[in-house]
């Protein structure tokens, strides 16, 4: 049997670990607008339903927006997080169609 890999609630606490280190280096407004997303992850992890797509790709969304008002080391920890946000909804995303050829296969 395969391994499954990463849980989802994983998957959110490494990301919110990825956008605590990009706070780190940046400054006022940046740091501002991650502890906000931060505490978005950390709203979407307490719920009992796994986080919604659109959700977490207005969080890709809006790390892309920081990644050009950023640079250096805040930079390469969005685009870091950015990718691992991409990598979780591709992953859903593999993980849905195949429940939904299971699906197919059944009827």
Known sequence: MSDPGP???AELEQLRTELQ????DAGGDVSEVLDNLT???GNLDAS???PRQDHLESIRAE????EDDTEGDTRKSLD???EHVRAILEARLTED???SDRMDDQD
């Open 48 to 50: 009992d339903d796994e």
């Open 97 to 99: 169609e195949s429940v």
């Open 21 to 24: 280190h990009a706070r780190e």
């Open 39 to 41: 505490e978005a992850l």
């Open 7 to 9: 849980t989802p609630d």
């Open 80 to 82: 870091r997080a950015r």
């Open 63 to 66: 790390l892309a927006r920081l």
